[in-house]
């Protein structure tokens, strides 16, 4: 029976040998895990860290560039502004500048007709005989029974001394000057001298300064006879 005992004891004592043994190796290996385990945890929140950072730094940027675009879209935005503002004042100041252009070329027009007109009227002239009347002082006084001096306005009935140094002042001294300015020209000159030159009509003066500069004194002294303050009656 001892021969049964002794085999089963040293079984016992080889399996508790094995146990013991494979515990301290599984022990061993466990404590690697862990120690590894470990330091993948370190490293892990060593990334963590790392990463959080990083991702700080990023959010930062991005924050960055965001106001970046915001303030380039603003800058995009006014240069907009500014490019249809100067393209409405440009379409504006060319459509004052063709109006001002077709206005321009309407007056130079209308100056080329003028100076067309002129240079009718002087080819007329250059062919009409000019004549010259020679002042007869002893006839004016025959018709005026008064001395008469050459190219005195205030014969003229309605013109006096005032009037005469007037119109003088503006480039009429001369009966065929007179003769020669249209009624409107003398209402302007008169218009210059004040309210109290206005009052007086000018409708006959020039053809009584025509009639004295060709020497017509019976016709001009008839004539002023029958007017009434130099106006021909209503």
């Known amino acids: 029976m001892l021969c049964w005992i002794i085999p089963i004891i040293v079984g016992l004592i080889c399996a508790l040998l094995g146990y013991l043994l ?16 470990e330091s993948m945890r370190k490293d892990f929140e060593k990334e963590r860290s790392d990463f959080g950072k990083m991702k700080t730094e990023l959010e930062a940027k991005l924050k960055n560039k965001e106001n970046q ?7 995009v935005d006014n240069c907009e502004s500014l490019r249809k503002n100067m393209l409405n004042d440009f379409e504006r100041e060319r459509s004052d500048f063709q109006k001002i252009q077709f206005d321009l070329e309407e007056k130079l027009k209308s100056k080329e007709n003028e100076i067309f007109g002129f240079q009718s009227q002087i080819k007329e002239l250059e062919k009409t005989p000019i004549t010259a009347f ?6 004016a006084r025959l018709a005026f029974g008064k001395k008469i001096k050459e190219d005195d306005l205030t014969i003229v009935e309605g013109i006096g001394p005032k009037i005469q140094e007037l119109f003088k002042e503006n480039g009429i001294s001369t009966w065929k000057i ?11 000159i008169l218009t210059i001298g004040g309210d109290r030159f206005i009052i007086h009509n000018p409708g006959t003066w ?21 007017l009434v303050g130099g106006v021909e009656p209503s």
């Open 134 to 139: 020679l002042f007869n002082e002893e006839a």
């Open 206 to 226: 020039s053809r009584q300064a025509e009639l004295a500069y060709q020497g017509k004194w019976q016709e001009l002294k008839e004539w002023q006879d029958f």
């Open 22 to 37: 494979g515990r301290n190796c599984v022990c061993k290996k466990l404590d690697d895990c862990e120690s590894i385990r």
């Open 178 to 188: 007179l003769s020669e300015t249209s009624v409107e020209r003398l209402k302007e």
């Open 69 to 75: 675009v915001l303030e380039l879209q603003t800058k």
